[in-house]
């Protein structure tokens, strides 16, 4: 199985083995390297296409050939666009105060709770905290997206009815920087 991935004129991109790093307005890297697949994979640069293949049949590797191929047209877009994640911060009776400091996110007077509650901000993710809105950006996919989950998980409720105690902080948007839905 193969997979091509263009290269657009605007960004530069390196393969060295089973590592990648694209260059645009940013700069990821990824090691796709795994014991598991240890030398049924290949990575090559041709042209303007990158080219993921296997030299097995098994099933298995020809998904994680999809998987790689998918992960470095994200890489790509990373670095040309960039990802914009929107957050609706919702309360009820108790209003949040949600402040950024560091490499972690406060959320304080959760359901009227004394103490704070943090979720970490992960890799170079940035966050503007508005008013109603929390706005994560970045280059990379994983990382933006990560952010947003590990704030949805610091505002979890246990013990309580999710449909009448609706307080939390939520993803309401995914797009890219340049407003382009993902």
């Known amino acids: 199985m193969e997979k091509t991935v263009p290269i657009p004129d605007n960004v530069q991109i390196e393969v060295k083995g089973l590592q990648v790093t ?18 049924l994979i290949k990575i090559e640069k041709k042209d303007s296409m990158i080219h993921v293949s296997d030299s097995g049949d098994s099933r298995k590797v020809g998904a994680n050939v999809g998987t790689i191929a998918a992960h470095i047209k994200n890489m790509i877009l990373g670095v040309t666009a960039g990802f914009k994640y929107t957050m609706k911060i919702m309360y009820t009776h108790f209003p949040l ?20 509650r943090t979720a970490g901000i992960v890799g170079k993710t940035e966050v503007k905290v508005d008013k109603e809105h ?49």
């Open 134 to 182: 929390i706005i994560l950006t970045g280059a990379s996919v994983e990382d933006v997206g990560q952010t947003a989950a590990n704030i949805e998980r610091a505002c979890k409720l246990t013990g309580r009815d999710r449909r009448i105690f609706q307080d939390g902080i939520f993803l309401t948007d995914r797009q890219l920087k340049t407003g382009e839905k993902v």
């Open 22 to 39: 694209v260059k645009g307005n940013g700069e990821l890297s990824r090691d796709f390297a795994d014991p598991r697949l240890n030398g």
């Open 97 to 116: 105060t949600v402040s950024v400091s560091d490499d972690e996110i406060q959320i304080k007077n959760f359901f009227g709770e004394k103490g704070s």
